[in-house]
């Protein structure tokens, strides 16, 4: 477990523009001002959505930083038969929902491609559960 950091406002500040400059869909190098022009239009409504994007993407990215711990701290990036069970696990439980392209392939055909595999999955997972509770 991470403890929380103490940063700075200035910090703070420097880290949501980074976020915005990664994470926000527009023209490279023009992200920050593709946000800008996106929030005008929503007016008084914009820091709430921007506020919601910042922490989406922090959540992601947390997300993520805690996969690559689970992946390279508890299973031994050398044990390849580990990873090949966990891919064979993954195959079994989502299977039917994955393309014949992958489900063609044999488990160990993917071993090193687990990390993004499991991203995926998650990533996807989450997505369905905000769709099915929006609904």
């Not at 200035?10 to 190098?29: F, K, L």
């Not at 711990?69 to 990036?77: F, K, M, S, T």
């Not at 014949?100 to 499991?118: C, N, R």
Request: net charge negative.
């Amino acid at each position: 477990m991470q403890v929380p950091r103490e940063i700075s406002q200035e910090q703070a500040e420097r880290d949501a523009v980074e976020i915005i400059q990664r994470r926000y869909p527009g023209p490279a190098g023009e992200e920050f001002d593709a946000m800008l022009v996106a929030y005008e239009a929503q007016g008084s409504q914009a820091i709430s959505f921007l506020v919601l994007f910042l922490v989406g993407a922090v959540k992601q990215s947390e997300r993520q930083k805690h996969l690559r711990w689970a992946l390279n701290g508890v299973i031994d990036p050398m044990d390849r038969q580990a990873r090949k069970d966990i891919i064979c696990l993954l195959f079994e439980t989502i299977g039917k929902h994955l393309p014949p392209s992958i489900t063609a392939g044999k488990p160990e055909d993917f071993v090193d491609s687990l990390s993004h595999l499991l991203k995926d999955y998650i990533e996807i997972r989450n997505e369905l559960i905000r769709s099915l509770r929006g609904a």
